[in-house]
């Protein structure tokens, strides 16, 4: 079963609710992903995914396998999008989620993907 954190993470991801990114997030919390300066505190984390996500207008993160062992919860992801031009952006990836010892909030959150081909993908030729 997944933790009810990761689900509403997810939800907001895919609907742009930035408010419950916002609050989905522990006050000092942290992100980690491959290639970029780690993000600290609830507020920098939610003002980073508009902008990552600006470059993809239709984004779609499918859980497709989920791993929990106690308060750390793994999660594969299949990732679908198109860029401003229509073009199709797929990847997958791995979430790693450290929740707060009561489950109830994201601890750290570290992502793992192949940067240089979703760099290819994104890329204005």
Same mark, same amino acid.
């Given at each position: 079963?997944?933790?009810?954190?990761?689900? =509403?993470?997810? *939800?907001?991801v895919?609907?742009? @609710?930035?408010?419950?990114? =916002?609050? /989905?997030?522990?006050?000092?919390?942290?992100?980690?992903?491959?290639? +970029? &300066?780690?993000? %600290?505190?609830?507020?920098?984390? *939610?003002?980073?995914? &508009?902008? /990552?996500?600006? +470059?993809?207008?239709?984004? %779609?993160?499918? &859980?497709? !396998?989920? #791993?929990?062992?106690?308060?750390? /919860?793994?999660?594969?992801?299949?990732?679908?999008? !198109?860029?401003?031009?229509? @073009?199709?952006?797929?990847? @997958? +990836?791995?979430?790693?989620? @450290?929740?707060?010892?009561?489950?109830?909030?994201? +601890?750290?959150?570290?992502?793992?993907?192949?940067?240089a081909? #979703?760099?290819?993908? /994104?890329?204005? &030729?």
């Open positions: 079963m997944t933790p009810s954190a990761v689900e =509403r993470y997810f *939800a907001a895919n609907d742009e @609710d930035w408010a419950t990114i =916002r609050d /989905v997030f522990a006050p000092d919390a942290e992100l980690v992903s491959v290639g +970029a &300066p780690t993000r %600290h505190g609830r507020e920098e984390i *939610a003002d980073h995914f &508009p902008k /990552v996500l600006a +470059a993809l207008p239709v984004h %779609h993160d499918e &859980p497709t !396998r989920v #791993v929990v062992a106690g308060t750390v /919860v793994l999660v594969e992801i299949h990732f679908s999008g !198109r860029t401003p031009a229509g @073009d199709p952006v797929e990847f @997958d +990836a791995v979430d790693v989620f @450290d929740l707060t010892d009561d489950g109830t909030r994201i +601890a750290r959150l570290s992502t793992w993907y192949d940067t081909a #979703v760099g290819r993908m /994104v890329r204005v &030729p």
